[in-house]
């Protein structure tokens, strides 16, 4: 039986046109070693005078894939539309990747995508993309929340994509190279969608940040996306990889908090390091840092860490 995949193992999640000469290098790991999660997009980021170039490569790189067995990215396709993907559910290869990105994904398009999903593989997982102006409406919201607790489609379901740009080109807006995303409107998105998808079961992952030169608000804008409990981040450039992938490290002190609160012995309510630590409300948070640190490890402390528990965060890494 194949190990489900965790929404945690996404880390920080490359964008790259199918277009790309080099996209087999990339799957292989021989250009990005440090590469956790990848999506090949047939879809914005491909002309439509692109489209059959896109596809042919695209094939020869499952092609390459068939049979081997290598340490490779988590790999998934993002379609043009649901017609493109029933098309790419045929072709040879498709069972080496993980899943699809599924775009433009609303109360409009559900039907048709509902139905990709059904007609995939059981192994195929999906990443709904929230990215139109439905997603605008927190009533529009609901009603698509309450239609993905359909089992034929939730339990497919890795993580719901949080598509920024489209998002902002609803709002006429673009994102600033000097502020993060959470100083426009599409802050209040966000939160309005953590607060109807995390309690229904669901992951969310974080917008890119375009700009890759400065990665000073890359990395203010990422700290307030784990405070929302985003799980990852879209980047578009291999140099964001190792600012999101160091962001996801957990301090080690909320990593010994965690460790104690997930442990049955302890009271109902006790102290730890001038908080207090409540089992019964801390409980979904403490499961959130111990499979964040299974899969980025922890940031070391000098103090309040003790031995055993050094030795235990140190094997993290």
């Not at 993309?129 to 607790?149: I, M, S």
């Not at 890119?208 to 400065?214: A, R, S």
Request: aromatic share 8%; hydrophobic share 45%.
């Amino acid at each position: 039986m194949t190990t489900r995949i965790s929404p945690y193992q996404l880390g920080a999640t490359l964008y790259m046109p199918a277009t790309r000469p080099d996209l087999l290098e990339v799957i292989l790991r021989q250009k990005i070693p440090d590469l956790r999660s990848m999506v090949i997009c047939l879809e914005d980021a491909v002309r439509e005078d692109e489209v059959a170039a896109s596809l042919t490569n695209l094939q020869h790189c499952l092609h390459e894939l068939r049979g081997q067995e290598r340490d490779v990215p988590l790999v998934f396709i993002r379609p043009r539309h649901p017609q493109m993907a029933h098309k790419l559910l045929a072709v040879q290869g498709i069972e080496c990747i993980d899943g699809f990105v599924l775009p433009k994904f609303d109360n409009q398009s559900f039907a048709a995508w509902y139905a990709v999903v059904q007609a995939a593989p059981a192994h195929l997982l999906f990443m709904p993309t929230l990215e139109t102006a439905q997603v605008l409406d927190a009533l529009a919201v609901r009603e698509l929340c309450e239609r993905l607790q359909d089992e034929g489609i939730k339990s497919r379901i890795l993580a719901l994509r949080i598509g920024g740009n489209d998002l902002l080109s609803c709002l006429r807006l673009r994102t600033h190279h000097a502020h993060t995303l959470y100083d426009w409107p599409l802050g209040y998105v966000v939160a309005m969608l953590v607060t109807h998808f995390v309690p229904a079961g669901f992951h969310l992952t974080a917008p890119v940040f375009e700009y890759f030169q400065d990665h000073t608000i890359l990395q203010a804008e990422f700290q307030r996306d784990l405070l929302h409990g985003l799980v990852g981040k879209t980047v578009i450039h291999p140099s964001q990889i190792a600012v999101i992938h160091q962001a996801l490290k957990v301090d080690s002190r909320d990593y010994e908090a965690a460790l104690r609160i997930l442990d049955d012995a302890m009271p109902a309510v006790f102290q730890f390091e001038g908080a207090m630590c409540e089992p019964a409300t801390h409980h979904h948070w403490a499961v959130q840092v111990m499979e964040r640190a299974k899969h980025f490890g922890c940031h070391l402390h000098a103090v309040a860490v003790d031995e055993g528990m050094e030795k235990e965060c140190a094997a993290l890494y």
